[in-house]
């Protein structure tokens, strides 16, 4: 296994590993819906910076679907269900999205699925739950909380499968196209989100977390993302969710300077093993009806 391939995933799962930590701050001044708008206009900005040609194409469904459900739904679902809902239960819910993608191309993709892909997505569910829950032994439930983070973790879902139906997803001038898309179906969202919580406190920490969000996490994650998608399949890439949660929890081990658990560790191993099972019997193909 050539470690090069998988180079642009790895930074991908770092970058947004750490984003949970960047989010949180940015929240603590600005609502999350108008957070998530600020920053996918600040990473339309950037790649609008970048050097390529590019043109809106009004009627190109799949990059129109694709900002609604990987910008738009994806992120107010998994915000508003903060509001409800613990973040220790909303990540354990929105980290089921890789099985759910896999149960979505067995069944309607009819792609070849066997016993071991099963096997290793649950071994690595598992091991992000013993990362997340880390000593706790009860989850309180929120019908409505849930319910949206199940929403989040199905959209992912969907913004996949209309990637998969691109001819080239991570070029700069798709990814501008979907992110412009995505910044057009949140405006809603963000304007009555204003209207009902109009106060917006402007800081230091909050600037920087908006710019590492924006730039670094959407405008170079979403292009490093699908071009995974691209060249390492899309149920391999899907299932490298599995592995944010863990960055997350090492990252606060690191930056807050506490000592690693034993759960985070049995977590982590749990997630590596279920994954290489997954991969070793995952089959290369080309994707599939691209347009």
Same mark, same amino acid.
């Given at each position: 296994?050539?470690?090069?391939?998988?180079?642009?995933l790895i930074i991908v799962?770092l970058l947004?590993?750490?984003s949970f930590?960047?989010?949180? #701050? %940015?929240?603590?001044?600005i @609502?999350p819906?108008? /957070? *998530?708008?600020?920053?996918?206009?600040v990473a339309?900005?950037t790649? $609008?910076?970048?050097?390529r040609k590019?043109?809106i194409?009004?009627?190109n469904i799949?990059k129109?679907l694709a900002?609604?459900?990987?910008?738009?739904?994806?992120f107010?679902?998994e915000n508003?269900?903060?509001?409800f809902?613990?973040p220790?239960?909303?990540?354990?819910?929105?980290?089921t999205a890789?099985?759910w993608?896999?149960?979505?191309?067995?069944f309607?993709?009819?792609k070849?699925?066997?016993?071991?892909h099963y096997l290793g997505?649950?071994i690595a569910l598992?091991?992000v739950f013993?990362v997340i829950?880390?000593?706790?032994?009860y989850?309180?439930?929120?019908?409505?909380?849930?319910a949206?983070?199940?929403l989040a973790?199905?959209?992912?879902?969907?913004y996949?499968h209309? #990637? %998969?139906?691109?001819k080239d @997803?991570?070029s700069? /001038? *798709?990814?501008?196209?979907i992110?412009?898309?995505?910044v057009?179906? $949140?405006?809603?969202?963000?304007?009555?989100?204003?209207a009902?919580?109009?106060a917006i406190?402007v800081?230091?920490k909050?600037?920087?977390?908006?710019l590492y969000?924006?730039?670094?996490c959407?405008?170079?994650?979403?292009?490093?993302?699908?071009k995974?998608?691209?060249?390492?399949g899309?149920?391999?890439?899907?299932?490298?969710v599995?592995?944010?949660?863990?960055?997350?929890?090492?990252?606060e081990?690191?930056?807050?300077?506490?000592?690693?658990t034993?759960?985070l560790?049995l977590?982590?191993?749990l997630v590596?093993i279920?994954l290489?099972?997954f991969?070793?019997h995952?089959?290369?193909?080309?994707?599939y009806?691209k347009?």
């Open positions: 296994m050539s470690v090069a391939r998988y180079l642009g799962i947004w590993g750490l930590i960047a989010t949180r #701050i %940015v929240v603590g001044s @609502s819906l108008t /957070a *998530a708008l600020v920053r996918f206009l339309l900005v790649l $609008l910076v970048v050097p590019r043109k194409q009004l009627f799949h129109i900002g609604f459900w990987g910008i738009t739904a994806y107010a679902a508003i269900a903060l509001k809902t613990s220790t239960n909303a990540a354990m819910i929105v980290s890789p099985i993608y896999v149960m979505f191309t067995h309607v993709y009819k070849k699925t066997n016993i071991f997505s649950f598992i091991g013993v829950l880390n000593g706790r032994i989850l309180k439930v929120n019908p409505i909380g849930d949206l983070a199940f973790a199905f959209s992912w879902v969907f996949t209309h #990637i %998969v139906k691109l @997803s991570s700069i /001038a *798709a990814i501008f196209e992110t412009f898309w995505g057009v179906t $949140l405006i809603p969202f963000s304007l009555f989100e204003v009902i919580s109009p406190v800081n230091f909050g600037i920087v977390g908006l969000l924006g730039v670094l959407s405008a170079l994650g979403y292009v490093l993302w699908n995974s998608i691209e060249t390492l899309d149920r391999t890439t899907t299932n490298a599995y592995i944010i949660p863990v960055v997350t929890a090492v990252s081990v690191i930056i807050f300077k506490r000592l690693p034993l759960l560790i977590g982590t191993f590596v279920g290489y099972l991969e070793k995952e089959e290369r193909s080309e994707t009806g347009e």
